[in-house]
């Protein structure tokens, strides 16, 4: 099963922050995640591969499905509980399913990490008619990050809003490349930009090709 799976990414969250968890509750298709909750974020290749090991940890532990994105490419997994031990559980079900540990996953590769002073009315009108999540205001820092394998960009997330005060603005954790915009003053996110990087560089795997 191994040399078939390509583990993209594979990365737990202790404690979902107010605004990611109200980011996900906007865009996921499942059993929403409340504010507080320990998650798990799965992405594999091929992507039909996620239907089963959805199956496996769904029958297996208490791990509520919050995302599931089903792709020719990627498959996305996104699961949730108060018990932390659960979403361990799920994690260890999923890498036994694989015959994988977690240092099979990818190493995420940071492709854009950029800060955008003093914004323009104009563009933070852009930009707030494209967002699902906060909106940013004129004359704010704007920062933009990209990762590869996307599924990464959930944590980054996660801890930009653990380190500074920042708003989210969207976030794309599926597909080719992840990406997160950020707004806030330039202090904040600057912290948070920190944190992004420090989240990134903590996280062992495999190198991408």
Do not use: W
Request: net charge negative; hydrophobic share 45%.
């Amino acid at each position: 099963m191994a040399d078939r799976i390509d583990l993209r990414t594979f990365t737990y969250i202790d404690i979902l922050q107010p605004q990611l968890t109200g980011f996900l509750q906007t865009v996921a298709s499942g059993f929403l995640p409340l504010e507080g909750q320990a998650a798990l974020f799965v992405e594999v290749a091929p992507g039909l591969s996620i239907n089963s090991v959805t199956d496996i940890a769904l029958k297996r532990t208490g791990a509520i499905p919050g995302m599931q994105i089903v792709e020719r490419a990627f498959g996305v997994l996104e699961l949730h509980s108060f018990d932390q031990g659960q979403i361990r559980a799920a994690g260890k079900a999923i890498l036994d399913h694989y015959g994988l540990t977690e240092n099979d996953r990818l190493k995420p590769a940071v492709r854009t990490s950029e800060r955008i002073t003093g914004l323009d009315g104009h563009q933070a009108m852009l930009i707030n008619r494209m967002r699902h999540g906060d909106m940013i205001g004129q004359g704010q820092t704007l920062y933009v990050f990209e990762c590869e394998p996307a599924g990464y960009a959930c944590i980054a997330a996660n801890e930009a809003e653990k380190a500074a005060d920042v708003r989210l603005l969207e976030m794309v954790s599926f597909g080719a490349y992840g990406r997160l915009y950020l707004g806030g003053y330039e202090a904040d996110i600057e912290e948070a930009e920190k944190a992004i990087h420090a989240a990134m560089a903590s996280i062992d795997g495999r190198p991408l090709k």
